[in-house]
């Protein structure tokens, strides 16, 4: 079973920055992709950015230009920096693997951008 370590997330006011980061207890050859989902209360969750083992990186539209997204191999992280946070994008926000074996997720860690 993969153990996450995620942390990083907190209140910020508009226009803060957050740095996500997420730790994954996988070997990296097993893994194709890394990257990080959102749920707000009321919505659908969402993907915000993945990376794959290439460093191949994408972002949902919303996000773009104030996202992100990277990768230590050597530790199996995952980091998500967020600039210019805004008050929609509040959320719990969740890191997964993707491996050889199928999808990992961490246990979420919660961002709050409010004034």
């Known amino acids: 079973q993969v153990q996450f370590v995620e942390s990083g997330g907190g209140l910020v006011q508009p226009g803060g920055s957050l740095r996500l980061s997420c730790a994954a207890s996988?070997?990296?050859?097993?893994?194709?992709?890394m990257g990080w989902y959102r749920q707000a209360p009321g919505k659908q969750r969402e993907l915000v950015a993945v990376?794959?083992?290439?460093?191949?990186?994408n972002y949902v539209d919303s996000v773009k230009g104030r996202f992100t997204i990277s990768r230590k191999n050597a530790k199996n992280t995952v980091y998500l920096q967020m600039n210019s946070l805004k008050p929609e994008d509040t959320a719990v926000y969740y890191c997964?693997?993707?491996?050889?074996?199928?999808?990992?997720w961490g246990q979420g860690t919660q961002v709050t951008v409010s004034s």
């Open positions: 996988v070997t990296t050859l097993s893994i194709y992709a």
């Open positions: 997964y693997v993707d491996l050889t074996t199928g999808r990992a």
């Open positions: 990376i794959t083992g290439g460093g191949l990186r």
